[in-house]
Each structure stands twice: as structure tokens, then as C-alpha cells.
Nanobody, 122 residues
Framework: QVQLVESGGGLVQPGGSLTLSCTAS????????MGWYRQAPGTERELVAQ???????NYADSLKGRFTISRGDTKNTIYLQMNSLKSEDTAVYYC????????????????WGQGTQVTVSS
């Protein structure tokens, strides 16, 4: 059983900043990566940023460094710092966890949060 709790979404004006947080809890043997995805109406869910347990990061090229993912005090907590927000950043942002459910799992499992709405509008 794994649960992801997201927070930090809201309404901001273009050019503003917002920080999202996600904390995973429950039974999981090992977390390999945590990240953020987003989905706007009528579009497919897309990767925003991801950080591995070892600290490697991966960002969507289109973000051009405006977003920064970081880890909290524990490996099961991540943040997404969003700067210079644009209207096209408006979407539901989802926290993702990828890991092994048990010590002898043969496959990775993906877990998702409920999502938090980010709206950028003037």
C-alpha cells in the first residue's frame, strides 16, 4: 500500500512562482525515482521532472530550466519549484513514485497521487 499526498497547487499570475510538494507513505521496498507529471485538458500526461534515488534528475526540454525538482529530508519527499510561470503551465500536476513493491519484485511499479491543480492566469 502506497499513498502519495500532494500540496501547493493554486492560482498564480503569469511570471509568478509556486512550489509543489509530495510525500509518499506506505509499504514499498525501495523507491527508484519520484517525479512530477502534468496533464492539461485535451492533452496526454507528460513528464515535468524526475529525480532518482541516487540524485539524478530529468526535465522536460520545454521547461528550459524554469522548474526545479528537489528531495526533502527523506527520499520519499520531493518538491517542485516553478518559476516564471506561464499560462501554458496550467494543468493538473501529479506526483509519481516508481519502485519495487517487495524485496523480490521482478518489475517496477508506478504509483500516482490524486493531482493538484495549477492555474496560471491574469
Amino acid at each position: 500500500q502506497v499513498q502519495l499526498v500532494e500540496s501547493g497547487g493554486g492560482l498564480v499570475q503569469p511570471g509568478g512562482s509556486l512550489t509543489l510538494s509530495c510525500t509518499a507513505s506506505g509499504s514499498i521496498f525501495a523507491i527508484n525515482a519520484m517525479g512530477w507529471y502534468r496533464q492539461a485538458p485535451g492533452t496526454e500526461r507528460e513528464l515535468v521532472a524526475q529525480v532518482t534515488a541516487g540524485g539524478s534528475t530529468n526535465y522536460a526540454d520545454s521547461l528550459k530550466g524554469r522548474f526545479t525538482i528537489s528531495r526533502g529530508d527523506t527520499k520519499n519527499t520531493i518538491y517542485l519549484q516553478m518559476n516564471s510561470l506561464k499560462s501554458e503551465d496550467t494543468a493538473v500536476y501529479y506526483c509519481n513514485v516508481r519502485g519495487y513493491p517487495t524485496y523480490d519484485s521482478m518489475y517496477f511499479a508506478d504509483y500516482w497521487g490524486q493531482g493538484t491543480q495549477v492555474t496560471v492566469s491574469s
